[in-house]
């Protein structure tokens, strides 16, 4: 029997108004589909609207994230250890990498959580294509997470040592 989950989740950013994230789960999949609306950390206004498709592993498929204030769209597609834009074009700078953070969106923290192994608390290191909302772009960098108690991990910036948040998730990881 195929089950289908709705969950509708808001965030409230110490940057900008508002996240809302609407995921729809099912057995086959999950699809994460988000508004952002708000102004960078550079006081530039933005309205994003992002949809990442997963399989039901947490293994990244499609990402999608538009621009609502003018015609800039970054699309990725990923296939086995490797990354295509729209046009098809394979982005050799991210092959390897497993997962993708959408700087706006606390969902995207939650693919390191769900598909990393946090069997001790010691801290992991994963690679990471970082969509970065100040300049509407993507490059890879390095991210570090450990496991906290049963439903708190921790997030720290290899690039801004002195950031670190502490992700806590319901039940279900979420």
Same mark, same amino acid.
């Given at each position: 029997?195929?089950?289908?989950?709705?969950?509708?989740?808001?965030?409230? +950013?110490?940057?900008?108004?508002?996240?809302?994230?609407?995921?729809?789960?099912?057995?086959?999949?999950?699809?994460?589909? !988000? /508004? +952002?609306?708000?102004?960078?950390?550079?006081?530039?206004?933005?309205?994003?609207?992002?949809?990442?498709? /997963?399989?039901?592993?947490? &293994?990244?498929?499609?990402?999608?994230?538009?621009? #609502? #204030?003018?015609?800039?769209?970054?699309?990725?597609?990923?296939? !086995?250890?490797?990354?295509? *834009? +729209?046009? !098809?074009?394979?982005?050799?700078?991210?092959?390897?990498?497993?997962?993708?953070?959408?700087?706006?969106?606390?969902?995207?923290?939650? #693919?390191?959580?769900?598909?990393?192994?946090?069997?001790?608390?010691?801290?992991?290191?994963?690679?990471?294509?970082?969509? *970065?909302?100040?300049?509407?772009? /993507?490059?890879?960098?390095?991210?570090?997470?450990?496991?906290?108690?049963?439903?708190?991990?921790?997030?720290? &910036?290899?690039? /801004?040592? &002195?950031?670190?948040?502490?992700?806590?998730?319901?039940?279900? !990881?979420?």
């Amino acid at each position: 029997m195929v089950t289908d989950k709705t969950r509708t989740i808001v965030w409230q +950013a110490l940057s900008w108004p508002s996240t809302v994230v609407h995921i729809h789960k099912v057995n086959a999949g999950i699809n994460g589909h !988000g /508004l +952002a609306v708000g102004k960078t950390d550079n006081c530039i206004p933005f309205a994003i609207e992002y949809e990442v498709a /997963l399989t039901a592993n947490w &293994d990244i498929k499609k990402v999608s994230i538009k621009s #609502l #204030l003018d015609e800039r769209i970054i699309k990725l597609v990923h296939k !086995g250890d490797q990354w295509y *834009d +729209a046009m !098809g074009k394979h982005l050799v700078e991210f092959d390897g990498v497993k997962m993708v953070d959408i700087s706006i969106s606390p969902f995207t923290n939650t #693919l390191p959580i769900k598909r990393l192994q946090f069997e001790s608390k010691r801290p992991q290191r994963v690679d990471i294509i970082y969509f *970065d909302e100040n300049k509407f772009s /993507l490059r890879r960098l390095q991210q570090i997470y450990s496991r906290v108690d049963e439903r708190t991990y921790r997030y720290q &910036d290899v690039e /801004l040592p &002195d950031f670190v948040s502490d992700i806590v998730v319901d039940d279900e !990881g979420w």
